[in-house]
């Protein structure tokens, strides 16, 4: 079946413009989370979304990254006024985790950001 | 918070080499874990996973981890790695929630 779907693959701009990558989970999964990985910071959780409950954003860097969840679905990572130290790869991730439990997550292909 | 560390940051081994890399846990709490790999050009996919129950975890391709709760430990093996083992491996746990705190990576290479 489908996994995990990420877009764009890659994305190359320019210092202070803003930027949205897309996810597509796993139909069905109804958890979804983002994390960035970095050559200096390895694999972080930036965002997790459960449900129709308030997405834990402990792990946003700051106030220019948001993330939002249609419809329980596809979900939409926007970088704001993005920075040379935001150049990483973002990986979003889904499972069809249970509150409080935790179960795989099945991760996409990433997309690779580059602000130059 | 939780953290995890992995002290094999790169390991070249020849084929049919014994493996075991190290991961180490803090969190006080109860712990779900995980190890992770990343084939070159490919994204992360699970090797195996430990939620309760047995401490020795059997996942794909002839990989195993031990769960040793005293030692915060959960250590992966595979008795004969093999060319196509080489990649980058991430311990990871989750406790206290659902998202995953990551260790650094061990990037494995095998040589023929």
């Known amino acids: 079946g489908a996994g995990v779907s990420q877009s764009p693959s890659n994305k190359v701009t320019e210092k202070g413009k803003d930027v949205e990558l897309r996810c597509d989970p796993i139909?069905?999964?109804?958890?979804l989370y983002w994390y960035r990985q970095s050559l200096g910071q390895g694999l972080e959780f930036l965002i997790y979304f459960q449900g129709n409950s308030a997405p834990d954003k402990s792990g946003l860097p700051s106030d220019r990254f948001s993330a939002e969840r249609t419809g329980g679905s596809v979900s939409t990572l926007t970088i704001q006024r993005t920075q040379q130290e935001d150049s990483a790869v973002y990986l979003c991730?889904?499972?069809?985790?249970?509150?409080?439990?935790?179960?795989?997550?099945?991760f996409g292909p990433g997309t690779r950001l580059t602000v130059l | 918070a939780q953290s995890v560390s992995q002290h094999n940051h790169h390991v070249i081994l020849s084929e049919a080499a014994s493996l075991e890399l190290g991961c180490n846990y803090s969190?006080?709490?109860?712990?779900?874990l995980f190890w992770y790999v990343q084939y070159p050009g490919q994204h992360l996919q699970l090797l195996l996973k430990y939620f309760s129950g047995d401490p020795l975890v059997k996942g794909i391709k002839g990989f195993e981890a031990e769960f040793i709760k005293s030692k915060f430990s959960f250590n992966l093996r595979k008795p004969s790695v093999q060319w196509s083992d080489t990649a980058e491996y991430f311990c990871?746990?989750?406790?206290?929630?659902?998202?995953?705190?990551f260790g650094t990576g061990t990037q494995l290479k095998v040589e023929l």
């Open positions: 139909s069905g999964h109804t958890a």
């Open positions: 969190y006080g709490g109860t712990v779900n």
């Open positions: 990871a746990v989750t406790g206290g929630g659902n998202k995953l705190t």
């Open positions: 991730a889904s499972s069809p985790a249970m509150r409080g439990r935790g179960d795989e997550q099945f």
